[in-house]
């Protein structure tokens, strides 16, 4: 199969990413890694007019602390989380929980940012950024707005991300000293 005819666009700034997704006249979905998102176009489970791609789009990969939360950027890849020193240091559940996802081709191109929006209920990262606290900021037409995990992931595959808002980031309070964790 194939996907049904639609534009594509590559902005390089977030807020022609926004303007591209708010077009009145086209359904505009982001795209990251497509690793979940190509499927769903070639089987036609998604049919938007446009794709924005993000990759073009500096500034948006980060993985810095800031203060005490582990800041990551949504078009991180999983295998940027993986070989992170700053992650293993600070968050070491998400490290955990990223050697879990797929294989090292499939980490090479998922992103943090693909994952959270995807909301595949069995995926690792978002029950890692449940169970962690994690904080997601969004872009959109208007503002910026931060949304707790708990509130980001309503159910499956649906998020509370509404129509023109981009994931720009992922928080993750730092794992300080006397904390223990597991992940199975
Ligand atoms: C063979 C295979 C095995 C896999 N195994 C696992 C596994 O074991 N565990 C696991 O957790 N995952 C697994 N995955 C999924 C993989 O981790 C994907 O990377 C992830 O689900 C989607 O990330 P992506 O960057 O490819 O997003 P895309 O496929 O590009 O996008 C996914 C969805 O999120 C939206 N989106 C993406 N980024 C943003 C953003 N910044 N803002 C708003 N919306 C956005 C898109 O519009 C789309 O609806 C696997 C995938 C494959 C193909």
Redo the contacts with the bound molecule.
């Keep these: 199969m194939k996907p049904a005819p639609l534009d594509y666009e590559a902005p390089t700034s977030l807020a022609d990413a926004v303007s591209l997704l708010c077009d009145p006249d086209r359904e505009a979905?982001?795209?990251?890694?497509?690793?979940?998102?190509?499927?769903?176009l070639n089987l036609r489970l998604?049919r938007?007019e446009l794709l924005v791609d993000?990759r073009g789009i500096e500034g948006?990969d980060h993985i810095r602390l800031d203060g005490d939360r582990l800041a990551i950027g949504?078009?991180a890849?999983?295998r940027a989380v993986e070989r992170s020193p700053l992650v293993r240091e600070n968050q070491p559940l998400l490290h955990a929980a990223t050697l879990?996802?797929?294989?090292p081709?499939?980490?090479n191109?998922?992103?943090?940012?693909?994952?959270?929006?995807?909301?595949?209920p069995?995926?690792?990262?978002?029950a890692a950024a449940v169970a962690l606290g994690a904080r997601m900021r969004?872009a959109g037409p208007d503002d910026e707005r931060d949304i707790a995990a708990e509130d980001f992931f309503q159910g499956y595959?649906t998020?509370a991300?509404k129509p023109g808002?981009?994931?720009?980031e992922v928080s993750f309070p730092t794992m300080a000293g006397g904390k223990g964790w597991a992940f199975c």
């Design positions: 979905v982001v795209l990251a890694g497509g690793q979940s998102l190509v499927p769903m998604a938007p993000l948006l949504a078009m890849t999983k879990c996802v797929g294989h081709q499939i980490r191109r998922g992103t943090v940012g693909g994952s959270m929006a995807h909301a595949d069995a995926a690792e990262y978002p969004v595959l998020t991300l808002e981009v994931l720009t």
